[in-house]
């Protein structure tokens, strides 16, 4: 499986952004998948997750303002990003895991493949 990130880019504060991710390979119908972040110095954190029937799961700082979404037809998820901050500055990575139970996931440990990375720089 391989997985392709776009979309990023560079936003003033309060403004929006959306980023994709293009799997290639596999079954992406029946997978979980995964938007992740990592800022300079930081550790990288989970920022959404979508389950393989739709379940949706959003960091708390995130709430309210960002979408996952997917299109199996297409293969593709998405992370609508509204009223970006200039802390939501990283580079965002797509991620898939093989598993189609009912929980989301959210250890970044449980997914097999990663895409590259996106930049996404919030300006003040």
């Known amino acids: 499986v391989q997985l392709q990130a776009s979309g990023g880019g560079l936003v003033q504060a309060g403004g929006s952004l959306r980023v994709s991710c293009v799997a290639s390979?596999?079954?992406?119908?029946?997978?979980?998948m995964g938007w992740f972040r990592q800022a300079p110095g930081k550790e990288r954190e989970i920022v959404a997750a979508?389950?393989?029937?739709?379940?949706?799961y959003y960091r708390d700082s995130v709430k309210g303002r960002f979408t996952i979404s997917r299109d199996n037809a297409k293969n593709t998820v998405h992370l609508q990003m509204n009223s970006l901050k200039p802390e939501g500055t990283a580079v965002y990575f797509c991620?898939?895991?093989?598993?189609?139970?009912?929980?989301?996931?959210?250890?970044?440990?449980?997914?097999?493949?990663w895409g590259q990375g996106t930049q996404v720089t919030v300006s003040s």
């Open positions: 979508i389950t393989w029937i739709g379940r949706p």
């Open positions: 390979g596999g079954t992406f119908s029946t997978y979980s």
């Open positions: 991620a898939a895991a093989v598993y189609s139970g009912g929980y989301v996931l959210t250890d970044d440990s449980r997914y097999r493949y």
